[in-house]
């Protein structure tokens, strides 16, 4: 893992990490195109660190529109703190049963095996791109055919605490699957339930601020534990080339939030559903010609 590498990881995941398109899937294709192994823990450390960056990307983004609404005044900010809650509460119990079932499913007689082993498969990738690409697609086709109609405006913009734990337990299944777009099937799935195109993805990324930081935790603890295996101490280059690579996503990060709100407020969101369906043939392609 070089310099050059970790830039064209980040760049990578901060353009496709504030997508619909699962910066997870592109960064993972990324890796085997440059020959590494995105199962490895300095490779899972590195995206999680990558996503810190577009988490901070999201915060500097969206500052003004939650100071606006979600901190107005303390009966809003608990309002939305409650729903925060409910949500990542759903994602926690979906996306953990998932995992703990993949793991004894897949890796049966080894006790040490964990999901992040499956995410270099792209047989594994490819459908669920082509999954998330259906529901993007279902949900901006109907989103634009409800605007022609002009049922747009008796949307809300923020869910109630049913909404929220739906689309919490939609954000529970991208977690064990690579290529399952977190921001694109929790942004469908509150459009599917009656939200607003700026409450859906407001809430969305409200969500992934609160779920990066375990995620960077556990792959921490995991490139750690991987360490004291192999018997290497020296974790310095590792963490160092991450917090550089989060820096180079915060700032592609920055710019792809600018084009997903345009497509989204013009009413392209169905668009990323074709690209979804479109990458998932490519993927396949590769996973067949041997990566």
């Known amino acids: ?46 995206l999680v660190m990558l996503h810190t960056g577009t988490m901070f990307a999201v915060i500097v983004y969206f500052w003004r529109t939650w100071r606006s609404t979600y901190f107005q005044s303390v009966a809003a900010f608990r309002r939305i703190a409650v729903r925060v809650i409910a949500a990542t509460a759903a994602t926690a119990v979906v996306g953990g049963a998932l995992i703990e079932l993949i793991e004894k499913t897949a890796f049966p007689n080894l006790p040490h095996a964990e999901i992040e082993d499956l995410f270099s498969h ?20 109907l989103e634009r055919k409800n605007a022609l109609c002009g049922a747009g405006a008796e949307r809300e913009s923020d869910p109630d605490l049913r909404q929220a734990g739906l689309i919490g337990a939609v954000q529970g ?17 509150g459009l599917l339930l009656g939200l607003t195109k700026a409450g859906a993805e407001t809430f969305s990324f409200a969500l992934a601020v609160v779920l990066t930081p375990p995620a960077v935790v556990r792959e921490g603890w995991r490139l750690v534990r991987a360490a004291r295996l192999a018997g290497a101490a020296d974790l310095g280059p590792v963490a160092l080339m991450s917090v550089l690579g989060a820096l180079v996503a915060f700032g592609a990060g920055l710019v792809a939030l600018k084009w997903l709100s345009g497509w989204l407020e013009r009413g392209r969101w169905y668009l990323f559903g074709i690209y979804c369906l479109v990458a998932a043939t490519a993927v396949y392609g590769l996973h067949s010609a041997g990566y």
């Open 1 to 46: 893992m070089n310099l050059v590498n970790i830039v064209i990881l980040a760049i990578v995941q901060g353009l496709a990490e504030l997508l619909p398109v699962s910066s997870s899937a592109h960064v993972v294709v990324a890796e085997k195109l440059l020959g590494l192994d995105p199962s490895s823990p300095p490779m899972t450390l590195l």
């Open 122 to 141: 792209l047989e594994f990738i490819a459908p669920a791109l082509a999954a998330a690409g259906v529901l993007i697609l279902i949900a901006g086709l």
């Open 173 to 189: 299944l991208c977690l064990p699957f690579r290529g399952f777009s977190r921001s694109g099937a929790t942004i469908s799935v």
